[in-house]
């Protein structure tokens, strides 16, 4: 396995090449040494629910605020992570997403999904956290998976209380570029033909800009209607977002006016300009074989981002062989949840 790791002591990148012995605990488990704490927290009209898992040591602990990547995630998705970390005396707060288990709020489809809303639930659980008396409110970052490594520089870049940013499989490009590297890899994984994925991608490119014409003049619903029929009857997947309608029209399950101010959020969300305004530390970590995230220009844009903000303190690591969720098979990639912790720890426990 490689690293990219910014010296602290002379400022420059060095590659090094580490072996690591320690065992691969790929498995969830409940430890023995944490405790659960149920807790509620709000952005604006939003209520999330999460669960705190603390250390059964005393504190105040230091704090990972997970961030999930996409989809209808609940507490229970990252739960392992933040059962790991509080046995090494790091506590970890998971919640729901909202619209999802027991958070309230709207969840953020494709088309009407915010950043800015999604980090500021992150920089709520932040704030809830440093106001608690057994957390060091000094000593909370963010950790991101997926969409989570675009929204947990983000959150950082709006919270002035933020002492680390981790990100697994963060993006460096924008929605669109990545989308456009991640469906021919996902469709050749589920078994489709060349020919089938160049119809996709051309089809989704033209409901794309029907979608965006329709916002602009409202006209060509009919035309949206007639291809998503169309689409959906040759069993090809869309990939543009737009929901199931369940017998109702286009109209009434598309929210034109979220469509129009965000609905290309996403697409044109640009890391670098979040990444550069980090002087955190930062450690953003892949695997070789990610076929959802373009790796090689992930790690170019995070470190040219991370060198231009001045950063002293980055670590970008790629694990060979392994997913987007950082696994070889089953398993996770041998080291990585070693690493991960460790560097943790060296920085939270000087």
Same mark, same amino acid.
């Given at each position: 396995?490689?690293?990219?790791?910014?010296?602290?002591?002379?400022?420059?990148?060095?590659?090094? @090449?580490?072996?690591?012995?320690?065992? +691969?605990?790929?498995?969830?488990?409940?430890?023995?040494?944490?405790? !659960?704490?149920?807790?509620?927290?709000? @952005?604006?009209?939003?209520?999330?629910?999460?669960?705190? /898992?603390?250390?059964?040591?005393?504190?105040? %602990?230091?704090?990972?605020?997970?961030?999930?990547?996409?989809?209808?995630?609940?507490?229970? %998705?990252?739960?392992?992570?933040?059962? #790991?970390?509080?046995?090494?005396?790091?506590?970890?707060?998971?919640?729901?997403?909202?619209?999802?288990?027991?958070? $309230?709020?709207?969840?953020? +489809?494709?088309?009407?999904?915010?950043?800015?809303?999604?980090?500021? !639930?992150?920089?709520?659980?932040?704030?809830?956290?440093?106001?608690?008396?057994?957390?060091?409110?000094?000593?909370?970052?963010?950790?991101?998976?997926?969409?989570?490594?675009?929204?947990? *520089?983000?959150?950082?870049? #709006?919270?002035?209380?933020?002492?680390?940013?981790?990100?697994?499989?963060? *993006?460096?490009?924008?929605?669109?570029?990545?989308?456009?590297?991640?469906? *021919?890899?996902?469709?050749?994984?589920?078994?489709?033909?060349?020919?089938?994925?160049?119809?996709?991608?051309?089809?989704?490119?033209?409901?794309?800009?029907?979608?965006?014409?329709?916002?602009?003049?409202?006209?060509?619903?009919?035309?949206?209607?007639?291809?998503?029929?169309?689409?959906?009857?040759?069993?090809? *997947?869309?990939? =543009?977002?737009?929901?199931? $309608?369940?017998?109702?029209?286009? #109209?009434?399950?598309?929210?034109?006016?979220?469509?129009?101010?965000?609905?290309?959020?996403?697409?044109? %969300? !640009?890391?670098?300009? =979040?990444?550069?305004?980090?002087?955190?530390? /930062?450690?953003?970590?892949?695997?070789?074989?990610?076929?959802?995230?373009?790796?090689?220009?992930?790690?170019?844009?995070?470190?040219?981002?991370?060198?231009?903000?001045?950063?002293?303190?980055? $670590?970008?690591?790629?694990?060979?062989?392994? @997913? %987007?969720?950082?696994?070889?098979?089953?398993?996770?990639?041998?080291?990585?949840?070693?690493?991960?912790?460790?560097?943790?720890?060296?920085?939270?426990?000087?």
């Amino acid at each position: 396995m490689w690293y990219k790791s910014q010296d602290r002591s002379n400022r420059i990148a060095v590659y090094m @090449n580490v072996r690591c012995s320690c065992p +691969n605990r790929g498995r969830y488990m409940t430890l023995e040494d944490t405790r !659960d704490v149920d807790v509620q927290f709000s @952005n604006a009209d939003v209520t999330l629910s999460g669960t705190l /898992v603390l250390p059964k040591t005393d504190g105040p %602990h230091p704090a990972v605020v997970f961030i999930h990547g996409s989809g209808r995630n609940t507490r229970d %998705h990252l739960r392992f992570f933040a059962d #790991r970390f509080a046995s090494y005396g790091i506590a970890g707060l998971v919640y729901d997403k909202r619209g999802v288990g027991d958070s $309230t709020g709207e969840f953020p +489809n494709d088309l009407i999904s915010s950043f800015g809303d999604l980090a500021d !639930d992150a920089i709520s659980g932040q704030l809830h956290l440093s106001e608690r008396p057994d957390i060091d409110s000094t000593r909370i970052g963010f950790w991101g998976f997926s969409q989570g490594g675009w929204l947990a *520089p983000l959150a950082a870049t #709006r919270s002035d209380k933020t002492a680390f940013v981790v990100c697994v499989g963060g *993006p460096g490009d924008d929605g669109e570029a990545q989308m456009q590297f991640a469906i *021919p890899n996902l469709m050749r994984a589920e078994g489709y033909a060349e020919k089938e994925i160049a119809q996709t991608l051309h089809d989704r490119a033209y409901l794309q800009n029907l979608l965006n014409e329709i916002a602009i003049t409202g006209e060509g619903w009919e035309e949206l209607e007639a291809q998503v029929d169309r689409i959906r009857k040759t069993g090809l *997947p869309l990939y =543009v977002g737009i929901p199931e $309608t369940e017998g109702r029209d286009l #109209r009434d399950a598309i929210n034109l006016d979220d469509w129009r101010s965000e609905g290309s959020e996403a697409n044109e %969300h !640009d890391p670098y300009a =979040v990444l550069v305004k980090l002087t955190c530390p /930062v450690l953003s970590i892949y695997g070789e074989c990610d076929a959802s995230v373009p790796v090689i220009k992930s790690v170019e844009v995070f470190e040219a981002a991370l060198e231009e903000a001045g950063n002293s303190d980055y $670590t970008i690591k790629v694990f060979p062989k392994a @997913n %987007h969720g950082v696994r070889v098979g089953d398993d996770f990639a041998e080291g990585y949840l070693d690493f991960m912790t460790s560097w943790l720890v060296e920085r939270l426990f000087k």
